[in-house]
């Protein structure tokens, strides 16, 4: 059961890495990163506690979460790069302005 703790203390550590990303961090790319980290922490709970039940489920739906992840990193990059090679800006309080 021990082992299970010390992965949420380190789930709950990336969380507070993450949000405290996407709240300081007005850049773009850095909040898309803080995004990964936090969905990185929900699959390492997934995983843990796939591991201390012995069922596999709890594995197989971080597997398509990481997927999924990645799926939207490419689509979320690539919106970044559009946006940049139109405005040559990426930081997130200046696309509000560019509204038009």
């Not at 489920?57 to 939207?72: D, N, P, W």
């Amino acid at each position: 059961m021990t082992e299970v703790i010390d992965f949420l203390i380190v789930s709950v550590a990336l969380v507070a890495v993450g949000v405290y990303g996407l709240v300081v961090k007005r850049n773009a790319i850095r909040m898309l990163i803080s995004i990964e980290i936090i969905a990185n922490a929900a699959n390492l709970v997934l995983v843990a506690f796939s591991r201390s039940t012995g069922n596999v489920q709890g594995q197989v739906f971080a597997l398509f979460s990481i997927a999924i992840a990645a799926a939207e990193v490419a689509v979320g990059l690539g919106l970044v790069i559009v946006a940049y090679r139109l405005y040559k800006e990426i930081d997130v309080a200046e696309f509000r302005s560019m509204r038009g």
